[in-house]
T-cell receptor, first 113, second 111 residues
Framework: DQQVKQNSPSLSVQEGRISILNCDYT??????FLWYKKYPAEGPTFLIS?????DKNEDGRFTVFLNKSAKHLSLHIVPSQPGDSAVYFC????????????FGTGTSLTVIP | DGGITQSPKYLFRKEGQNVTLSCEQN?????MYWYRQDPGQGLRLIYY???????QKGDIAEGYSVSREKKESFPLTVTSAQKNPTAFYLC??????????FGPGTRLLVL
């Protein structure tokens, strides 16, 4: 049973525009979320996190928004750059399982120059 | 230079053979994890360890075994009982309740 879902397998965006990647979760106990970027045949690279006590976290071009009532989070990349082309995974962790994270299936972002 | 290393980058397994994937970290992290990634799928947790000499099964532990004799090392053995071992294997580590950091991965192929 997939507890974290990324329903868009792929997304294409023009360079300079905003990329919005979405993620939904089903477990109301999730209180900490991560976004990772992954290139083929490499390990994921941590991008940004958010805890449930906040509804927004910003780091440079990357902003994550959390809507707890909708069990939804999104990653905004502004402006998008060709180097952002990769697969993006979101992950959530429930507070009662130590540090076990559940990952979504990923969204492949292509930024078109 | 702190980080997580995985070896080998590619590993070939023959029918009925056990193979071991190495994961080492020098980040002084207590927790370590093994994930499996299949094409078009997310990362699925195989095993994790919060502390030396202790580990727990993840969602897909069948056909795998681990040990945690040292804080820095968390090797994963893919046993002959794992009938579909071809995948990309990722090791991660973290401080308790904090962000996980990943190694570069090992691709396992069956001959």
């Amino acid at each position: 049973d997939q507890q974290v879902k990324q329903n868009s397998p792929s997304l294409s965006v023009q360079e300079g525009r905003i990329s919005i990647l979405n993620c939904d979760y089903t477990n109301s106990m999730f209180d900490y979320f991560l976004w990772y970027k992954k290139y083929p045949a490499e390990g994921p690279t941590f991008l940004i996190s958010i805890s449930s006590i906040k509804d927004k976290n910003e780091d440079g071009r990357f902003t994550v928004f959390l809507n707890k009532s909708a069990k939804h989070l999104s990653l905004h990349i502004v402006p998008s750059q060709p180097g952002d082309s990769a697969v993006y995974f979101c992950a959530g962790s429930p507070s009662n399982t130590g540090n076990q994270f559940y990952f979504g299936t990923g969204t492949s972002l292509t930024v078109i120059p | 230079d702190g980080g997580i290393t995985q070896s080998p980058k590619y590993l070939f397994r023959k029918e009925g053979q056990n193979v071991t994937l190495s994961c080492e970290q020098n980040l002084n992290h207590d927790a370590m994890y093994w994930y499996r990634q299949d094409p078009g799928q997310g990362l699925r947790l195989i095993y994790y360890s919060q502390i030396v000499n202790d580990f727990q099964k993840g969602d897909i532990a069948e056909g795998y075994s681990v040990s945690r004799e040292k804080k820095e090392s968390f090797p994963l053995t893919v046993t002959s009982a794992q009938k579909n071992p071809t995948a990309f294997y990722l090791c991660a580590s973290s401080k308790p309740m904090e962000t996980q950091y990943f190694g570069p991965g090992t691709r396992l192929l069956v001959l």
